[in-house]
């Protein structure tokens, strides 16, 4: 696990035996079953994140029990709950494994401390925060502005690799349109 994130590390910045070694030190391996979680909606969420392999979604269940996928976390995302972590506020998500996955949690100081002593690691975040923004933007606007067969085809594009890797009823909830909408899209694809 551990040897996975920091090839990800090292194929977007320089470390040292050193700043390996600091990253080590704090670095949490850990792994989930499927369905396990790893936060649940009322706890105070307290890590980074680094999903080494496997699949985790973060989600909401609203009053009437229906799931609402706000991300989707496969190998080599950050995830977590970046509003608990900040705040120290109870979250409003629940984050489980979709797949058996393996994780590297830093907890929120040490994360600090890693990005103060470790310059380029700290260039690094603020560059994934940049580009998580980015996506967020974006998916406001596809969720606005985008049919339903848009908002699929959007999907396909994103997330090209774990497309076969989730129930159909995942998709739907995480594009926003309900399983026989997606269903139907998908036999309409076929018949083309």
Not at 100 to 108: G, M, P, R
Request: glycine share 4%; aromatic share 10%.
């Amino acid at each position: 696990m551990f040897d996975f994130f920091i090839k990800y590390l090292q194929d977007k910045i320089s470390l040292s035996k050193e700043e390996i070694e600091m990253i080590h030190d704090v670095a949490i391996e850990k792994k989930l079953r499927r369905k396990q979680y790893l936060l649940q909606q009322g706890d105070i969420w307290k890590y980074n994140v680094f999903v080494s392999s496997g699949l985790l979604k973060t989600f909401s269940i609203d009053n009437e029990g229906k799931e609402h996928i706000m991300n989707l976390s496969p190998e080599n995302y950050w995830t977590g709950d970046r509003a608990s972590l900040m705040t120290g506020k109870p979250t409003q998500f629940n984050i489980d494994a979709i797949e058996n996955s393996e994780i590297i949690l830093i907890e929120k100081t040490n994360f600090e401390n890693l990005c103060k002593k470790i310059p380029q690691l700290n260039d690094l975040v603020n560059a994934i925060l940049q580009k998580s923004f980015i996506v967020s933007q974006d998916r406001i606007h596809s969720q606005i502005s985008l049919s339903a067969e848009e908002k699929y085809q959007d999907f396909l594009k994103k997330f090209p690799t774990i497309t076969n890797r989730i129930p159909q009823h995942m998709i739907a909830s995480y594009i926003g349109i309900t399983p026989e909408t997606l269903t139907r899209i998908r036999r309409n694809a076929t018949k083309k």
